[in-house]
């Protein structure tokens, strides 16, 4: 199996971590006004079952590939490590790019002070594991 595929893998498990946080979130009425998944809806023009796709396909295939192609330029001393920068990097580009576009403003602020703060937290576990499953699939000489 390839590294491509490998970071897929770990980029799906690290999607299915975060997908549970974003349930938990939502049914405990932390930050509701925060809903990426509706979000991602409306910034693709579908319903709920298209931002359910976007965000899968966004954090399997898009980030999963990027941190296969990153991997080796990521500071960090095990791969959870170099996950969790990685998270970081995600955490800015949603922050920059993604919030202003679904109209929560630069870093999310509209939505108050927790949004980032939530979004930062959420990005680290999910690059955490990220990382992790991605070292897991690895030879163990080759584990950093």
């Known amino acids: 199996m390839g590294n491509l595929t490998k970071g897929v893998i770990a980029g799906f498990a690290a999607t299915v971590v975060l997908s549970a946080l974003l349930l938990i979130k939502g049914a405990m009425g932390l ?11 409306k910034m693709t023009g579908g319903g709920m079952a298209v931002g359910w ?10 980030w999963g ?7 080796g330029l990521l500071p960090g001393g095990s791969y959870v490590g170099k996950g969790l920068v990685f998270g970081i990097g ?8 993604v919030m ?8 999310g602020l509209s939505l108050g002070i927790m949004a980032p703060i939530m979004t930062l937290v959420l990005h680290l576990i999910y690059g955490a594991v990220l990382g992790w499953v991605y070292g897991a699939q690895l030879p ?5």
């Not at 163990?140 to 950093?144: K, T």
Request: a neutral charge.
């Open 90 to 97: 995600a955490w800015l580009a949603m922050m920059i790019l």
């Open 53 to 62: 796709l976007a965000h899968f396909v966004i954090g399997t295939v898009l």
């Open 140 to 144: 163990l000489v080759s584990r950093v």
């Open 65 to 71: 590939g990027l941190f296969v192609a990153m991997v």
């Open 100 to 107: 202003p576009m679904a109209g929560a403003g630069l870093f």
């Open 31 to 41: 930050m509701p006004d925060l809903n990426t998944i509706a979000m991602l809806a």
